[in-house]
């Protein structure tokens, strides 16, 4: 087993070599900012950088399982989730710390709820999970719009807003929640048997089946998850912003795919990781502040984006020629 | 003629061929022989033009064949069955027939009835009794092979290749293979064969090559050549092929009940009775397609059934796969790319699966010496690998067969089930597996085997149940013979059928 | 000893068709729209149905190329927007003659197709992100050709539109022309390659199928119709708006997945789709009419359907055996 062969081993796992590449690249993009303007490379504004990633990284966490999951999985509700649990939460909770508990409880639940529903249409009625999950998109929406009548009331409890923006010795408490979701996520997928079979499930669901997974129960509960995660990202964007209005979680739906796979995650599931996903998430906020930092119009920011992602994609997510 | 220089094959690091020659002659039959992943596909896909050699040529009528491009193979009147068939499932099977070379009407709409006609043809060429607009993925396995070769026939080729063609074929269906290749043959076409059945290689090959890790070992007479030397051409080695059955003998016999199943029924099943003791290896055979994969099925919960069943702790139908394992029963699937191996994952996980699929998800799945029984495993198996974090499709064939048997190993079942278990495997491993089966049941497993191979099925089993259409018909037990079983398939298809329905079998 | 196989009717296959599927759907829906909307079969009222569903016609039956093919085109709704904005702006502010910049209008969007085509098949990349950061580019671009809505086309276009000839709405004949344009593709080699190459890429190669160049035309065609789509909306707007397009990549999707094609590829077909379009237009209309108060109508819409997608669904699963056994 010579060193040679165990290197172009590695270098074959093309997961952990784009995941170096897109380290490579977040670290570009920052530090071209910073040689446009100082500021942008200032402690405190990679410190609010972070702080913005950790709500996309979030919100890619259960888009990360999905995909992983196989099957051409894909969560698009998660943008609806989000934004039904913002209304949610700030309703119930009104801007009071006594009430925020109860909001939250019924917040996640309703949440996993709704993933509950996607998987069940996606397993059982075999709908295609893009389909599915913009179905379900819609009718989240609708219900957004008759909870609130079209005019989201309440706001965020002091605590949550406190949460959302508030720091302890200098690092955003939002970073410190995004840190510990992420040893969690690692930890269930590296060392628990569920993170295992997802692996294996996502790289081929027949022989999983044949081999004695509970495949049901691993593919709804992934969707579940998807929810649980949407609905945590719903409440801390509540803290963030503060208030909320209708179809915030929409920015979230394709940058988290866009995420998932700049951070290695292979569409077709059963390959990849939540670490690639937080550097996704970071890459493309700090892509994202860059533009603005530029001061780029909507349209040249669209464009740019895209041309970018576009390079991106192409540098790891090639397929390999067929012969 | 068709001659190959130096074809050349690496995938990255592995050699998968390492300039391999040989030519074929017009009106005659040459056989390419090796042991699992020694390089006949890679070869035969070069043929076809599916895979791009790394070097070498291929030279057809001294003209220079251009690599890598399946449409100019074509053109030049190769035609390949492949192994993994290239069939496309959604498709009709007169429209998968007639796929890459559809007649085109005036203004260029495809000729939608000749396609229909000419697929018509070569289905009663074939005998097959197909609906040509049936979905290529409807037919059983055996069938979409068979349709695999019409699809090469139906090309007229000069040159005809055929990888394992036969590997999912049943005796009557490899025998009237036959009789079209050899007129094909003396029509002046040359053909390229490959096979693990020397049976098949003695009765109609000419000449033979022997691949042993990707490079030609050589090129034999074949009437001038017994086994016993292609297989130490092919290995290395010589190797006994005594059958392993007397080894263990009937002594554990009938010593507890392992599985038990009562009147199965459904569409495709008859209501079949069943009982597998611990120690004991039964085998299902019977002409192909007569409810042995629905059985298979059945039993683990697979397919919807009605019915009764009895295992160690549980009675009662399972619901799905993961409740049989629960209770022990394991399947090991005849569909090793699509219901077996995870083939982007690791050896490893490959293998621990068999563990952890029924754990609680939310326990850890890794725990100290796992490691050192999954390591043990892959010893004991002989799998050749160079990492247990190496992807299994790196594997070959025959390998990636004992990374199953290793992961039901691991899982301690009560029951195995195994649909074909040495579809495509060469003759060594082959035995290794038998081998492995019979000790299976020495330590007091249960083994249900359907197999395709009725050689198979003699050399292993202590029971042979034979089933038509979709029930069981005889039972044979004692000293089994091929042929005795071979003859119940046939004889219970015809007792069945009554007295005044037709009996086929002289073509046989 | 023949091979046997229990042969299934034809009546029963062309029944369990998944495009029946979409139609029965359609059908269904035309009946509660008719309860809900009696006026809904006056020729004034199909008219302007048809004329809304037009544009979501064309994008679907492009829609199902790229999918059929096995690959998904996100980017067709920027494609309707960019049709748009170009033929206002270049009418309105350019003063170009319409069909003129008709013209260039839909060249402009087959362009895209092109260049998403050459991405994805060439230099291989999947399809969902190549067409997915289209989207976002096409969408900047149209931004920078008409930053707010507005221009407008000649009067008698408009007019033509919704209008009648020979008795026949407009709209539906161009729906007709959409249909037969599909046909003279679908029915050559190239209609059967992209089901080929859908289905398994692999064996279509193998059998000598120039994949790259089914996947490459695969998003020239979806292309096309989508910019006939921009074209035809312009005609029934009159006029440009750089978000016109927008929920066009979605709902093209739902169209082609309630017409029984498999996003997976290589399964389906077109008249399903259109189908399924036209469920979606009648789901409009019937929460409409049915006076759903206003903030409910989303929801039940969007319940309506999802429940269209899971009997799709279910339907879609006992439409083959092979799909139960080839086990989700
Ligand atoms: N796509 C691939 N990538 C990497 N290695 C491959 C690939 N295809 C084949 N190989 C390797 O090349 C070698 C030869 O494989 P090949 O399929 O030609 O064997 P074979 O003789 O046909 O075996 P079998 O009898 O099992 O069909 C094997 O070691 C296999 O692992
Ligand atoms: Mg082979």
Redesign the interface.
């Known amino acids: 087993m010579a060193f040679t062969e165990r290197v172009k081993q590695r270098l074959g796992q093309s997961s952990r070599n784009s995941l170096g590449i897109a380290v490579g690249v977040a670290v570009l993009l920052t530090a071209v900012g910073g040689a446009f303007n100082r500021g942008f490379v200032s402690p405190s504004n990679l410190l609010n950088l972070l702080a913005i990633s950790s709500l996309l990284g979030l919100a890619a966490a259960g888009q990360t399982l999905v995909v992983l999951s196989g099957g051409e999985g894909i969560d698009l509700s998660i943008g609806a989730v989000i934004s039904l649990s913002a209304v949610l939460t700030s309703q119930i909770s009104n801007g009071q710390n006594g009430l925020l508990l109860p909001a939250v409880v019924v917040t996640l639940v309703v949440g996993v709820l709704l993933g509950l529903v996607n998987g069940l249409g996606i397993y059982l009625a075999q709908v295609p999970p893009l389909i599915m999950t913009l179905g379900m998109s819609s009718v989240i929406e609708g219900i957004v719009l008759v909870y609130t009548q079209g005019q989201p009331k309440g706001q965020a409890p002091p605590f949550l807003a406190a949460l959302g923006t508030g720091q302890v010795l200098g690092i955003p408490w939002l970073i410190i929640v995004w840190a510990m979701f992420t040893l969690i996520i690692w930890y269930v997928l590296k060392y628990l048997v569920y993170g295992r079979l997802l692996f294996l499930v996502g790289d081929n669901r027949s022989a999983g089946r044949m081999s004695g997974v509970p495949v049901a129960k691993l593919v709804v509960g992934t969707y579940a998850l998807s929810g649980f995660f949407s609905a945590c990202t719903g409440i801390l964007f509540l803290g963030y912003t503060n208030t909320t209005y209708l179809n915030i979680g929409d920015v979230y739906i394709l940058p988290s795919v866009a995420a998932v796979v700049v951070g290695g995650t292979a569409l077709s599931g059963g390959r990849g990781g939540y670490i690639g996903t937080v550097v996704g998430a970071i890459l493309l906020t700090v892509l994202d502040s860059l533009l603005t930092t530029l001061h780029m119009g909507e349209a040249t920011r669209g464009i740019i984006n895209g041309v970018v992602l576009l390079v991106l994609l192409s540098i790891y997510t090639r397929q390999p020629k067929d012969a | 003629m068709l001659t190959i220089e130096g074809l050349r094959k690496e995938y990255g690091a592995v050699v998968a061929l390492q300039g391999a020659s040989l030519s074929l002659v017009p009106g005659t039959i040459h056989a390419l022989l090796g042991a699992n992943g020694s390089g006949k596909s890679t070869l035969v896909k070069m043929l076809g033009g599916v895979v791009r050699p790394t070097e070498g040529m291929i030279w057809v009528d001294e003209q220079r064949l251009e690599t890598g491009s399946p449409a100019h193979a074509i053109h030049q009147g190769i035609a390949v069955s492949y192994q993994e068939t290239s069939l496309v499932p959604s498709m009709s099977v007169a429209d998968n027939l007639l796929l890459g070379i559809e007649p085109t009407g005036k203004a260029g709409y495809v000729a939608r009835r000749a396609i229909r006609e000419r697929a018509a043809e070569i289905l009663d060429q074939l005998e097959l009794n197909i609906p040509p607009d049936v979905p290529v993925a409807e037919l059983p396995t055996n069938a979409q092979h068979l349709l695999e070769i019409g699809k090469a026939l139906v090309k007229r080729p000069k040159y005809l290749v055929l990888d394992e063609a036969t590997a999912a074929l049943r005796r009557e269906e490899v025998k009237r293979l036959f009789s079209i290749v050899c007129g094909l043959r003396d029509e002046g076409a040359a053909i390229l064969f490959v096979s693990h059945r020397f049976d098949e290689v003695y009765a109609i090959c000419d000449r033979a090559t022997v691949l042993r890790n990707g490079a030609v070992v050589g090129t034999r007479s074949l009437s001038k050549t017994s086994r016993e030397e292609l297989i130490q051409d092919m290995i290395g080695q010589r190797i006994s092929l005594e059958p392993v059955r007397q080894e263990t003998g009937n002594s554990i016999k009938k010593q507890s009940l392992r599985l038990k199943a009562r009147s199965l029924t459904n569409s495709e099943l008859g209501g079949v009775d069943l009982e597998v003791s611990a120690g004991e290896i039964v085998g299902i055979g019977g002409l192909q397609g007569q409810g042995q994969t629905a059985l298979l099925r059945a039993l683990i919960g697979a397919i919807l059934v009605r019915g009764d069943l009895e295992t160690e702790g549980h009675r009662g139908l399972f619901r799905n796969p993961s409740h049989a394992a629960e209770s022990g029963v394991r399947f090991i699937s005849g569909d090793r790319g699509r219901e077996g191996v995870f083939g982007q994952r690791s050896i490893y996980e490959n293998i621990m699966i068999g563990r952890i699929a029924t754990s609680p998800l939310w326990q850890r799945a890794w725990q100290r010496g796992k490691n050192r029984a999954v390591r043990d495993l892959v010893e004991q198996l002989k799998i050749v690998h160079h990492s247990l974090t190496q992807e299994v499709r790196g594997l070959s064939g025959g390998n990636q067969q004992k990374v199953l048997f290793a992961r039901t190993l691991a899982s301690r079942p009560n029951v195995v089930i195994l649909d074909d278990p040495t579809k495509g495997v060469d003759v060594s491993t082959r035995m290794e597996i038998h081998r492995l089966l019979r000790s299976m049941a020495g330590a007091g497993v249960g083994l249900l085997i359907a197999s395709s191979d009725d050689e198979e099925l003699a050399g292993v089993c202590d029971r042979v149940l034979i089933m038509y259409e979709g029930r069981i018909v005889r039972e044979l037990t004692g000293d089994l013979q091929p042929s005795h079983i071979t003859k119940a398939s046939i004889e219970g298809a015809q007792s069945e059928k009554g007295k005044g329905a037709e009996t086929r079998a002289d073509s046989l | 000893?023949?091979?046997?196989?229990s042969?299934?009717q034809?009546a029963t296959?062309i029944f369990r068709s998944p495009a029946m599927i979409g139609w029965v759907l359609f059908l269904l829906g035309l009946v509660a729209n008719a309860i809900v909307q009696p006026t809904l079969f006056k020729l004034s009222v199909i008219n302007s149905n048809l004329g809304l569903a037009a544009p979501l016609v064309m994008v679907a039956i492009g829609q199902t190329a790229a999918v059929l093919a096995g690959g998904?085109d996100l980017s067709v709704g920027a494609i309707v927007t960019l049709t748009n904005v170009l033929v206002v702006s270049l009418c309105s502010f350019h003063h170009t003659g319409f069909w003129l910049a008709a013209i260039l209008g839909v060249a402009a969007g087959i362009a895209v197709g092109v260049v998403n085509g050459f991405?994805i098949s060439i230099?291989?990349?999947?399809a969902?992100?190549?067409t997915?950061?289209?989207?976002?580019?096409?969408?900047?671009?149209a931004?920078?050709i008409l930053?707010q809505p507005g221009g407008q086309i000649p009067a008698d276009i408009y007019q033509i539109y919704g209008n009648t000839v020979a008795g026949l709405p407009f709209p539906l004949l161009l729906i007709i022309v959409g249909v037969l344009l599909w046909v003279v593709f679908r029915?050559?080699?190239i209609?059967?390659y992209l089901?080929?190459v859908?289905?398994?890429?692999?064996?279509?190669?193998?059998?000598?199928?120039?994949?790259t160049k089914v996947r490459f035309q695969s998003y020239v065609l979806s292309a096309m119709f989508a910019s006939l789509a921009g074209l035809f909306l312009t005609a029934e707007v009159s006029s440009g708006d750089p978000l016109i397009g927008a929920s066009y990549a979605?709902n093209s999707?739902?169209a082609v997945?309630l017409g029984g094609t498999?996003?997976?590829g290589?399964?389906g077909s077109v008249s399903g789709s259109v189908g399924g379009a036209l469920f979606l237009i009648l789901v409009q209309n019937i929460v409409y009419f049915a006076n759903v108060p206003s903030?409910?109508?989303?929801?039940?819409?969007?319940?309506i359907?999802?429940m269209g997608?899971?009997?799709?669904?279910?339907l879609?699963?006992r439409s083959?055996?092979?799909?139960?056994?080839?086990?989700?």
């Open positions: 000893m023949r091979t046997r196989f042969s299934n034809t296959r998904i991405i230099v291989r990349i999947p969902l992100l190549v997915f950061a289209m989207m976002s580019i096409i969408n900047g671009v931004l920078a930053p029915y050559r080699k209609g059967r089901i080929a859908g289905g398994a890429a692999g064996s279509s190669r193998a059998n000598g199928i120039p994949v979605l999707l739902a997945v498999a996003l997976a290589g399964r903030y409910y109508q989303t929801l039940v819409s969007g319940l359907v999802v997608l899971a009997t799709t669904g279910v879609y699963a083959g055996k092979w799909r139960l056994t080839n086990g989700r």
